[in-house]
Structure formats: structure tokens, C-alpha cells
């Protein structure tokens, strides 16, 4: 009677992994692994719950209360009565406290618990993080994240180490601390990392080391299968978003920027764009590797299980003829045209936002 709670971390391809999961319910039902998919967005919303963070996704506390013990009810049900696994979560849980961590694995006591977090190279993840914050409305340069974040603004390094309040980036990035966060009542064998292939991999690569750590059937997944994903931006497209928030300011409700700005324009339109990509400036990626080696040998001196090539958590970073973080808008598009366009669509209500929606949108 086996619970699997991935946690995450962001931007490691956990979109992906979920609207594979959610696709392929039934069929994993039919082997005996429940993945719930009702009501629609219940991962999400005990996510939340658990991290007592409504107010950040524009969400109320009455939207999200009791969330995480619903969903935990129902995979309890399952595993109890048919004795078979069910997988949960959401990258929303990799930044819980220890106590909410504790709070939320409570609801599944008695059962077999094991928690795997998927992590991805630190080059990669650093653009990620920080185009992340710009969709959630930010206008900050790389250039000022990197000073302020990785390196800090003396220069020097503000890792995990450096002492005071840890910058958000690292985190939400240390796979290490996250697992010691999520498994410390748990046997280190029930701790799973999964490393998120390199960038020229098989596609399906990340959904065959996700179903080694959770003990999936592997064959039931079409890994291939076209699903939502979290697209990145291109620098070009994050340059414009930046001057789109510092034009917008906070004149919008949080949950009409999240619903207009960040999932309708951002996700929905400018991921579309065929638009390169921006890459962690070499400079860091001294910095990048010394933290993803330690954190490395932490997760195998506490006996957690590995899963994937460690050699991918090398950072990817900034080569000849890749685009700088911080460079200029798109040509084609018009910021004040486009804070236009946005401010009529956040007044058009939600009934016509709704009935735009995308079928994606409704799974859980």
C-alpha cells in the first residue's frame, strides 16, 4: 500500500510528468495506481493548502481548505481497499517548511510514504527561476537577479552556506535540503531523486526515470503523448513581459494577472512564439557546479535513491551565438499595444475567459 508524493522541484519538467499522469489515468487504474484527476485541479489546491499560500494564486482560503485531506482521502481509499499505489502532488509543495511537511505526510500515516523530487541543472534552472518571477509580474533584470540572488550584492556568494535569510533561488532549488525537508520521519530509501535529462535527450527520457523512483509501469505511458508542459519564453519574449509589468504595475487583482497576464498571454500566446531562448552567462557556472556536487553528495550520504545520469546536472550555460538574459523586446510587438490588449481582456470577465480556456485546464 504504496503513496508516491512528488513535490517537485519547479521547472523540472513536473508539468509534463502531471499532464502525462493525468492522461493516462485510466489506464494506470486499470494496473492498480490511482493518479486523481477529480475535482479538476485537487493536486494543485492541496498543494496550496498545505503551504497555507492562497493569497499568492489569487486563490481564497475557502478555494483551498481541506484540499490536502481530500486528496490524501482518496488515495488512502484506494490503497486500503484495493491494495494497490496512488501518486499525488504538486511542485507547489517543494518549498514547505519542515513543520508543513510534516503536517501534510500526517494525513497519510500508516501507509508506505515515498517522496521523490526531480531536479534539473542549475544553468537551466536559473533562467527558469527568474522568467518565472517575471510571469508573476517582476521586472527585474537577470542582470540584477544574478547580483542580488546567486552571487549577491556585494558580489559574493549568498548560496546555502552564506548565512542570513537563503535568496529564494537556492531555496527552491536545493534537491538535497527539499528531500531532508520531506523524508526526515521517513527510511532514506523511501527518498527518491530524479535527474532531469540533458538538453538533445529522448523525450521520453524524464518519464521513464519518474516511473523507475515511483515503481510505475513504465509501458502504460505513452511518454510521447503531446500534453500541457510549462513552455519557457524566449529572451526576447521575457524582455517584453518585464516592460508589460512595469507598464501594468499593480493596477490588477493577483488572480487576474495570473489568469491574463501569466497563464493566457505568457504561457498561452508568447511561449508560442519560435523565439531563442536565453542561457545562464558562463560565469556562473563555477558557482552552479560546486553547489549541484554538494548537494549531490548529501542526497547519497543520506541513502536516498537516485534515478537518472548524475553527469545531467552539469549547468548548461550561455554559448557562442545564444542570446543574452537581458536584451530587447520583440520588434513585431508593441508593449503599449499589448498592456492594451491585456486590460481588455481582464475586463471581459470571467465568463469569457473561461469558455477560452483550453481542455488542459480543467485536469487535476
Known sequence: MRVVVHVGLTKTGTTHL???????????LGAGVLYPTQPPGLHFRGAVDVRGSAGVFGLTPEEVDGAWQRLCAQA????????GDAVIGHEVLAGATPEQADRALRALEGLEVHVVVTAR???RQAVAHWQERVKLGETRSFTDFEREELFGDSGRDRGPD?????????HGQDFADTLRRWTFALPPERGHL?????????????????????????????ATAD?????????????????????????MPTDVRHRVVKREYAEGELAARDSLPARTPATAAGLLADRSHAWLEEVVAAGHVVHGAVDDLEPVVAGP?????????????????????????????????????PRWWRRG
Not at 162 to 170: L, N, S, T, Y
Not at 331 to 353: F, H, I, K, N, W
Request: hydrophobic share 40%; proline share 9%; net charge negative.
Open 18 to 28: 502531471q499532464g502525462l499522469l493525468a492522461a493516462h489515468a485510466p489506464a494506470l
Open 76 to 83: 488512502r481509499e484506494h490503497v486500503e481497499t484495493t491494495g
Open 227 to 251: 500534453v500541457r508542459a510549462n513552455s519557457s519564453l524566449g529572451a526576447a519574449e521575457v524582455a517584453l513581459l518585464r516592460e508589460v509589468n512595469r507598464r501594468l504595475g499593480d493596477s
Open 321 to 357: 551565438g545564444d542570446p543574452a538574459p537581458d536584451t530587447d523586446p520583440p520588434a513585431d510587438l508593441d508593449p503599449e499595444q499589448v498592456v492594451a490588449m491585456l486590460r481588455t481582456r481582464a475586463e471581459g470577465g470571467s465568463a469569457q475567459t473561461t469558455a477560452r480556456r
Open 121 to 123: 541543472d542549475l544553468g
Open 194 to 222: 530524479v535527474v532531469c535529462p540533458a538538453p538533445g535527450a529522448p523525450g521520453e527520457e524524464l518519464w521513464h526515470r519518474f516511473a523507475e523512483a515511483a515503481g510505475l509501469p513504465e509501458d502504460l505511458v505513452d
Open 162 to 170: 552564506a548565512g542570513g535569510v537563503r535568496p529564494r533561488f537556492w
